[in-house]
């Protein structure tokens, strides 16, 4: 058998990490606020998305965390 007819291993990513950004505004009625400023606030959140692969799984499944936060 010749080493180009040789089929190789298909690689797969050991980890994958997606970060998403989404604006937020919340509005606050109660809130007491000055004329100039709208009422409400506006909030940036960050959802992570972590997935690990080849960690034992015998199905290949990969172990996917996700995380949720604001700045």
Known sequence: MS???ER??????FKIVT???FEDF???DKKITPGWQRPGQRKIR???TT???????????PII???YEYL
């Open 26 to 28: 919340e509005s606050d």
């Open 8 to 13: 190789k291993p298909r690689s797969t990513p």
């Open 51 to 61: 997935r690990k692969y080849n960690l034992g799984s015998s199905r290949g499944d």
């Open 65 to 67: 965390s996700v995380i």
């Open 3 to 5: 080493i180009y007819n």
């Open 19 to 21: 970060m998403e950004y």
């Open 46 to 48: 960050v959802v992570t």
